[in-house]
């Protein structure tokens, strides 16, 4: 999947939108984001040397896990995290890298989905972590702004 066909499953636009490409093979996401180096989350973080946020890869982790659920993502569901757990950094991701993921959903148990995930650079594990997400109904999230 390309970055349109991503915006078909992802409510993720612009700066948001973290990967390049996703594909699934053999019950497992794959995802690839190249960091550019003038990503909004690189300003300030650090000056001088700048590295990507953990939390920003922890995002990577689960878009890239969302395609799994891509049939149910198109009914009008959205992902939301409602946790992580045992998440390891590494080593710093740097612009430039070329970041992939890893990604597979362990058990799920109603609209709650459990899994894991790992992010590399050129090969070299750069984090791991488990986390779980909600898949909820878009059009009721959007009636509670009311």
């Keep these: 999947m390309n970055r349109n066909e991503l915006m078909e499953i992802l409510p993720h636009r612009s700066s948001m939108l973290l990967l390049d490409e996703a594909f699934e093979e053999d019950g497992y996401a794959h995802g690839i984001y190249t960091i550019k180096g003038d990503e909004f989350f690189l300003d300030g973080h650090?000056?001088?040397?700048?590295i990507v946020p953990g939390v920003i890869l922890c995002e990577i982790l689960a878009q890239s896990t969302a395609v799994l659920l891509k049939e149910r993502m198109q009914e009008g569901k959205v992902c939301l995290y409602a946790g992580l757990d045992k998440v390891r950094f590494k080593s710093p991701v740097l612009p430039g890298d070329k970041f992939e993921?890893?990604?597979?959903?362990?058990?799920?148990?109603?609209?709650?989905?459990?899994a894991e995930g790992e992010g590399y650079v050129n090969g070299e594990l750069k984090i791991k972590a488990e986390y779980s997400f909600a898949l909820?109904?878009?059009s009721a999230l959007c009636s509670q702004k009311s």
């Design 136 to 138: 909820a109904d878009k």
């Design 101 to 114: 993921t890893k990604c597979h959903i362990t058990k799920s148990k109603g609209i709650f989905y459990f």
């Design 46 to 50: 650090f000056p001088g040397f700048p």
